[in-house]
């Protein structure tokens, strides 16, 4: 086995809402190993964006509470101070999120951008800072680098801010990079080019990658291992082949039977009605996903649901994957969980 680069575990990020705390990350623990993808899956709301900014101290710790442990590079990143966390940020840790706009500044150049990392965490000549921009500027595939170099964010189509955005991530050679829903903002060619490109750099750096995503298309082609998360709770962990040939989880099943494409050579797409909870609303005990499936008896579901290893390396929530099937008055329509991709 690979070595872990970082390892999420026992971690709870919960918000204070009006005078009490809610768990929007219940108790999650996940190891990404050195050059391994690991995509985080689920529906809006389960809790995917929240554990990505609990790993890069990113919350405001005002109305934001955090236990467990975010291990990486032999240090607990929860406990660092905001100093320390600094030089980890940007620098071992590249972060790639949702809006390339957003995540760039208007007022600054391209190449001061990129610049602006290294200023922080490598010593470098302002010779060599310019070279090096440059070949990350080629690197994520902008071929006329001068020009881009002095170019303002709006001179800039979306999909080459987001590959600006790369660039930057890139910048001081991280172990781990973190993309929260990386082409999300981008139209359907686009996304393809960006995903091809990350999985190339991917390659060649051998980083992990933290890939947080709702679309199960980006998971198939770049993930290693899945992570399936539902209201705040891992409920299913597998490698990707595995967890698309095999999935057990009632929420899983039902994320992979809303994809049409899935249903070549089946008769029936499989529908499976509700949201995830709001974090008031969630129930703190028993299986979370039983108000959803509510045709399995509750004997089937555990009180204090753990994960299982079902299979060798494929963990799953909860005995009710044992006995979960879809009834066939479900069969139907297509409404459920198409609402965010789409
Ligand atoms: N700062 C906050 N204060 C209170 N509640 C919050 C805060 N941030 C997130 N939440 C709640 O925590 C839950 C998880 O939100 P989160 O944004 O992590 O979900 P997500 O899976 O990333 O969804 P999306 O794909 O829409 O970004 C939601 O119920 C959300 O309303």
Redesign the pocket.
């Known amino acids: 086995m690979k070595n872990p680069v970082l390892e999420i575990k026992n971690l709870s990020t919960s918000?204070?809402?009006k005078g009490d705390y809610?768990a929007?990350?219940d108790d999650v623990s996940i190891t990404v190993h050195e050059n391994e993808v690991v995509a985080i899956v689920?529906?809006?709301?389960?809790?995917?964006?929240?554990?990505?900014?609990s790993v890069m101290g990113l919350?405001?710790l005002k109305?934001?509470k955090l236990e467990g442990q975010v291990n990486f590079g032999g240090q607990n990143l929860l406990s660092l101070s905001r100093n320390a966390l600094n030089k980890v940020r940007g620098k071992d840790i590249g972060m790639i999120f949702q809006d390339p706009m957003t995540a760039l500044n208007p007022l600054a150049t391209i190449g001061r951008q990129i610049e602006e990392p290294m200023d922080y965490h490598m010593k470098l000549s302002a010779s060599d800072k310019k070279k090096r921009v440059l070949e990350l500027l080629r690197r994520v595939g902008i071929k006329n680098e001068q020009r881009v170099y002095e170019q303002y964010p709006h001179e800039l189509s979306g999909g080459m801010r987001q590959r600006v955005v790369i660039a930057i991530a890139l910048s001081c050679d991280p172990v781990l990079l973190l993309a929260?829903?990386p082409t999300t903002a981008l139209d359907v060619t686009i996304q393809a080019q960006i995903m091809d490109l990350m999985k190339e750099l991917q390659n060649q750096m051998k980083t992990g990658i933290i890939l947080?995503t709702?679309d199960l298309g980006v998971v198939a082609e770049m993930a290693d291992r899945v992570v399936v998360?539902y209201a705040?709770q891992v409920v299913e962990i597998a490698d990707v082949k595995e967890l698309f040939a095999n999935p057990l989880h009632p929420y899983t099943r039902s994320l992979l039977n809303s994809i049409p494409a899935n249903m070549e050579g089946k008769e029936k797409l499989h529908v499976i009605d509700g949201i995830?909870p709001?974090?008031q609303n969630l129930d703190r005990t028993g299986c979370r996903f039983a108000p959803r499936i509510e045709w399995i008896p509750a004997e089937d579901h555990e009180e204090r649901p753990e994960m299982h290893e079902a299979e060798p390396n494929h963990f799953v929530r909860c005995s009710c994957y044992k006995t979960f099937y879809f009834p066939e008055d479900r069969v139907g329509e297509r409404e459920y969980v198409a609402t965010?991709s789409e």
Do not use: Q
């Open positions: 918000f204070n809402i809610y929007a990350v689920g529906e809006s709301g389960c809790g995917k964006s929240a554990l990505a900014l919350h405001n109305n934001t929260d829903e947080i709702h998360m705040g995830v709001s974090l965010e």
